[in-house]
């Protein structure tokens, strides 16, 4: 074999360890903080969440299909504030998330509002029918700590089984697997 | 085929279909453009923008809650044609229009920089108004998120003690001058984390800027230009005084007059 076949080899096989490894790879997950995270919610997150199972794509699909676990999206939308001028273009984004989530938004936030704890502790519940024992899994967009940090809130809740999907719908659209529009739970 | 051949088909097909990840995701953002255009420009087509209105901004900006803008009008000299107007546009910002810049008797050349909030990765986009109607526009992508509700740098005291003060500094050797307007420009969005509660939203939404009796240049602004607005612009003094008006949500008008040279 001459040298530009084992060059093309060599590069070749690079190309197929990144694809593998996944180009999140490369970006350094940082140590898993002791509190809520607080800002730039749109960075790398750790690999671990204390007292949670953290899940990949066929993991998340195994459990959606098997269908006792409750998908809840954590995914922000801004809520119009209420003293805007008359007039102003107000177009919070659309969700298309995983099918039959559960979309709560602004619950990942590090600091809540009296309000919208309330309102994540009620969304919970009603998802999960009161049962503490049932199977959460949180999800929003890869690289967003919004998820980590409202899997460690459910935590504290008291909810046992509580399954964190880092990869979120970027994963789940990665892989080809459906999405629907969603429609934040009232 | 070969079995060589199969793995090197099955990785050029993985590359490609992750080349084409990006690709996706950016058509789907486009969406809200299709969404809003019409209430935002109306019903007419913008032409492409390309060399008569160049956008630039960073394509990963470091703070989300001053990402700086800057807009360069350049109408070909072949075209008799003025710009009038210039719609600032941040896509998947939750209120997409970020300004409204109307240059009164149009201008030929013209740049105008400031910094604004960008909520999620998102299109920038600007729409230029000519003075016989037609539209031109230019749009980059710019990741960044979360500036919309990112707590406001300056402490809440200080923001009011310190509220309207104006500075207009004047850049010769550039062509170019500067405006800044203390002000918190709170977006609505901002949670003070230790009382748990919103800071309800309080911004500059015009400031209009005159040499003498012309305008050089006014603005209307929302939610996501970023605290303390800033607005460096073209500039070539005629001497006389300028005058700097701005007008907050609430309706306070701050207003001061400086030597065209500036301070």
């Known amino acids: ?186 | 085929m070969t079995v060589r051949s199969r793995i090197i088909v099955s990785v050029w097909a993985g590359l490609a279909a992750l080349l084409l990840v990006p690709s996706l995701s950016v058509a789907q953002q486009e969406n809200t453009w299709a969404e809003i255009r019409s209430t935002v420009i109306g019903e007419s087509v913008p032409g492409d923008g390309t060399g008569r209105l160049t956008l630039v901004a960073p394509s990963r900006a470091e703070d989300a809650a001053i990402v700086p803008i800057e807009l360069r009008v350049t109408v070909p000299d072949d075209d008799a044609g003025r710009v009038t107007k210039i719609t600032l546009v941040v896509d998947e910002n939750p209120a997409p229009v970020a300004a409204v810049f109307q240059l009164r008797d149009g201008q030929k050349t013209f740049d105008m920089a400031t910094r604004v909030r960008i909520d999620s990765y998102t299109f920038v986009r600007a729409v230029a108004t000519m003075d016989d109607g037609r539209l031109y526009m230019t749009k980059t992508y710019v990741k960044a998120a979360g500036g919309c509700s990112a707590p406001a740098a300056k402490d809440p005291v200080e923001a009011k003690a310190r509220l309207g003060e104006m500075r207009f500094r004047v850049f010769a050797d550039r062509g170019d001058a500067q405006v800044q307007v203390r002000h918190p420009n709170y977006s609505g969005l901002q949670m003070d984390q230790v009382t748990r509660h919103y800071t309800p939203a309080w911004f500059i939404d015009k400031l209009d800027v005159r040499q003498g009796e012309k305008t050089l240049f006014s603005m209307e602004g929302g939610i996501s230009i970023s605290e303390d607005p800033t607005f460096r612009f073209t500039y070539g003094s005629t001497g006389e005084p300028v005058t700097i008006e701005a007008r907050d949500t609430e309706g306070q008008v701050f207003k001061k007059i400086f030597p065209g040279s500036g301070t």
């Open chain 1, 1 to 186: 074999m001459s040298a530009r076949h084992r060059t093309g080899q060599a590069w070749e096989c690079s190309v197929l360890i990144w694809l593998l490894a996944g180009p999140g790879a490369y970006a350094q997950a940082p140590p898993e903080p002791e509190g809520y995270r607080l800002e730039e919610y749109r960075a790398p997150t750790p690999l671990t969440l204390k007292g949670a199972t953290v899940i990949g794509t066929p993991e998340a699909e195994a459990l959606w299909r098997q269908g006792n676990a409750v998908f809840i999206d954590v995914m922000p939308q801004p809520q119009r504030p209420a003293n805007l001028p008359a007039g102003t273009l107000w177009h919070a984004p659309s969700r298309d998330s995983i099918p039959r989530a559960v979309w709560l938004p602004n619950v990942g936030y590090g600091v809540l509002t009296p309000e919208t704890e309330a309102y994540f502790r009620h969304g919970l519940s009603v998802a999960a029918q009161a049962d503490h024992s049932r199977p959460l899994v949180l999800f929003c967009q890869r690289n967003c700590w919004m998820s980590w940090n409202a899997a460690k809130r459910a935590l504290r809740y008291g909810y046992s089984v509580v399954y964190w999907y880092p990869e979120g719908t970027d994963g789940w659209k990665d892989a080809g697997l459906p999405v629907e529009r969603a429609e934040r739970s009232p």
